[in-house]
């Protein structure tokens, strides 16, 4: 992927309310690989979720569900029913044309207060 | 099961030192990757090692920057004649390639060096 796009910077939420986090990317690849991960104050990345271009199945982990729309170039990422445990910045990162390396894209950093 | 580990965690230097940064994968993960995350940023990549050889170097990696992964193990970066444009956070993550001729992993992430230029 050459370029991802998350054009919300920052998000504050209360508690219980759901958010959903965009990602746009711009692709010349016809097989890719998509991937959230999540950087809370501490600082570390932590991985959420990995899906590949060819399978445009939505899914939901608990609280977590993800929408990849191909045709639209999206993978957007929502949180039903926020805790203030979600506070972090959230990275959108399609992998790169070579494959190895994950293109990050800015972040979009979610506030969740009581 | 051990995550991805950096050493030093902090790393304050003046201009012009020479510094390096330790990372041990997780265990029995082949994959190697190096990031740079400055503030407000998303990670860049930095380079890529599959076992001991080094397989991807980005143009972010100028010459006073070098990596290395002698034994397919534990990874070292060293940056020399530090600039202050070299502060920021300096991530290493591993993966294991599972199936053969499959490019991405599921890359891990440890908890970064954050290097300070003074």
């Known amino acids: 992927a050459q370029k991802v796009t998350q054009a919300q910077t920052e998000i504050s939420v209360v508690e219980k309310e759901d958010v959903t986090l965009d990602c746009v990317y711009e692709t010349r690849d016809t097989t890719y690989y998509l991937f959230w991960y999540k950087q809370p104050p501490s600082g570390e990345l932590v991985f959420l979720i990995r899906r590949n271009s060819f399978d445009e199945q939505n899914e939901i982990s608990g609280r977590y569900s993800w929408n990849f729309q191909k045709s639209t170039s999206s993978f957007n990422f929502t949180i039903t029913a926020s805790q203030v445990v979600d506070s972090a910045v959230y990275f959108c990162a399609p992998s790169s044309n070579s494959g190895y390396a994950l293109n990050f894209g800015k972040g979009t950093s979610l506030l969740v207060t009581p | 099961d051990t995550g991805v580990s950096q050493n030093p965690r902090h790393k304050i230097t003046k201009r012009g030192q020479n510094v390096t940064f330790r990372c041990d994968p997780i265990?029995?993960?082949?994959?190697l990757y190096w990031y740079r995350q400055t503030l407000g940023q998303g990670p860049e990549f930095l380079t890529y090692?599959?076992?001991?050889?080094?397989?991807?170097k980005s143009r972010l990696l100028s010459d006073r920057f070098s990596a290395e992964r002698p034994k397919g193990s534990f990874s070292t970066l060293e940056i020399q004649r530090t600039e202050q444009g070299d502060s920021a956070m300096y991530l290493c993550a591993s993966s294991l390639l599972l199936i053969a001729g499959e490019s991405t992993d599921t890359q891990y992430f440890g908890p970064g060096t954050r290097l300070t230029v003074l």
């Open positions: 090692f599959q076992n001991e050889a080094q397989l991807e």
């Open positions: 265990s029995e993960h082949n994959r």
